[in-house]
């Protein structure tokens, strides 16, 4: 907004606009922040309900499906099978410790 102040004479124009619109640029990027955190949470919102959906969903598939007999194991289809997935012995000797006394 410009004024006009006469002073001694002469007149002076004093321009508040400047003042002004930073007064409103500091007011609208708080609003711009502020929008943009409640639309932050809207979004986390959505993903947990929709997870959490999924999830129960899921849990319900897996229980409800029926339990089929389990596979049998390698060894036991073919006990003559040497492969590597039978269990290494693994033994522990005594160690001697000797103590100096003094």
Known sequence: MTT??????????SLNMTTRGEDVLYKSSG?????????????FTVVLILLKMYNRK?????????????????????????????????TFSPVEIHVETR
């Open 4 to 13: 006009a102040t006469p002073l001694g004479g002469t007149t002076f124009f």
């Open 58 to 90: 899921m849990r319900t598939k897996r229980e409800l499906e029926p339990k089929g007999p389990k596979p049998a194991s390698p060894s036991a289809l073919d006990p003559n099978c040497n492969s590597s997935q039978h269990p290494a012995t693994v």
């Open 31 to 43: 609003a711009i922040v502020a929008a943009i955190v409640v639309v932050v949470i809207i979004i």
